[in-house]
T-cell receptor, first 116, second 107 residues
Framework: DGGITQSPKYLFRKEGQNVTLSCEQN?????MYWYRQDPGQGLRLIYYSQIVNDFQKGDIAEGYSVSREKKESFPLTVTSAQKNPTAFYLC???????????????FGQGTRLTVV | SQQGEEDPQALSIQEGENATMNCSYK?????LQWYRQNSGRGLVHLILIRSNEREKHSGRLRVTLDTSKKSSSLLITASRAADTASYFCATGNQFYFGTGTSLTVIP
């Protein structure tokens, strides 16, 4: 089945530790995205990537880092510099950026990160 | 940020009634999309409307777009308990999402 997979579903980390969230897609999509969602809130864009080896900061990139070494994979690292990392993280992919070709985004099921 | 804003923030209706939610955005767009999120899950695409379209239908969904007012509305007709979810609009090349409308359909 084609889709986008995030792992793990739940993640607990101690304060001050870096943690990496996995996102893999087998849809052959060029563009990938990371969002953060806080309780009862909308989605805020952290980073996005249009193509392999290229990525751009979103609205809330501070304290996060990404890489795009393979088309299928777009891991997100939450660093110790992120002041309030506890949140629900969503990864998405699309054939191209939304404004080109009227493409839609496909989402993973999310990773709930809790920092204690 | 190009983030849109949905209105109302929360909506509670009886099963069988229609639900209308609105989205306002700030910049010019090529298209606007609506997504649905069940609690604790990822978002699912519902419908896309292009900037040169004024209305679009998909099953029980009806979307309108007014680019002069920078606004869109999503109408769900004959709602069901299974429609209970949060609904978001998205605009911009990077899929900027609004704050969402939480819809509760009471059986």
């Amino acid at each position: 089945d084609g889709g986008i997979t995030q792992s793990p579903k739940y993640l607990f980390r101690k304060e001050g530790q870096n943690v990496t969230l996995s996102c893999e897609q087998n849809l052959n999509h060029d563009a990938m995205y990371w969002y953060r969602q806080d309780p009862g809130q909308g989605l805020r864009l952290i980073y996005y990537s249009q193509i392999v080896n290229d990525f751009q900061k979103g609205d809330i990139a501070e304290g996060y880092s990404v890489s795009r070494e393979k088309k299928e994979s777009f891991p997100l690292t939450v660093t110790s510099a992120q002041k309030n990392p506890t949140a629900f993280y969503l990864c998405a992919s699309s054939r191209s950026l939304a404004g080109w070709g009227n493409t839609e985004a496909f989402f993973g099921q999310g990773t709930r990160l809790t920092v204690v | 940020s190009q983030q849109g804003e949905e209105d109302p923030q929360a909506l509670s209706i009886q099963e069988g009634e229609n639900a209308t939610m609105n989205c306002s955005y700030k910049t010019s767009i090529n298209n606007l999309q609506w997504y649905r999120q069940n609690s604790g899950r990822g978002l699912v695409h519902l419908i896309l409307i292009r900037s040169n379209e004024r209305e679009k239908h998909s099953g029980r969904l009806r979307v309108t777009l007014d680019t002069s007012k920078k606004s869109s509305s999503l109408l769900i007709t004959a709602s069901r308990a299974a429609d209970t979810a949060s609904y978001f609009c998205a605009t911009g090349n990077q899929f900027y999402f609004g704050t969402g409308t939480s819809l509760t359909v009471i059986p």
